[in-house]
């Protein structure tokens, strides 16, 4: 399951780096932003892995704030579950536990509410 995650991110890493897809229209549009018109968690994620890409971490950030902490986290599990399998041994993994989803659910529901508002200083969410 691992592998094939990171092979088809492996794949799609070229694809970004040479093409911006704030430039290029050939993209997938976010279908919630395009039903709703509301913007949803991952909206700006495209372009903050091009903007990552090319090393331009505050152009990320400015188009989705949790990408790159999303990035960390990711590293983090895949990481220890990595060390896991080639050590046979079972690391303290802070997303075992029983608070850590429910966390995640409230930071993702109030960052999306908050880039939503079109006032100052909520548009700063905003991609």
């Known amino acids: 399951m691992y592998i094939i995650i990171g092979a088809l991110l492996i794949s799609i890493i070229p694809l970004y780096y040479f093409y911006d897809p704030g430039n290029v229209t050939n ?14 968690t991952g909206c700006g994620s495209q372009r903050a892995l091009h903007d990552l ?36 041994k079972n690391y303290k ?5 029983t608070k850590t989803p429910r966390i995640i659910l409230y930071v993702v529901l109030i960052f999306t509410i908050m880039r939503n508002i ?3 200083p909520f548009n700063v969410f905003a991609p």
């Open 118 to 120: 079109n006032v100052s």
């Open 53 to 88: 890409l090319h090393l331009n971490i505050i152009g990320a950030f400015k188009h989705n704030m949790l990408f790159i902490p999303t990035l960390i986290l990711l590293s983090y599990y895949l990481g220890l579950k990595l060390l896991e399998k080639l050590n046979g």
């Open 93 to 97: 993994n802070y997303f075992d536990r």
């Open 27 to 40: 993209f997938p549009k976010c279908p919630f932003y395009t039903i709703t018109g509301f913007l949803c």
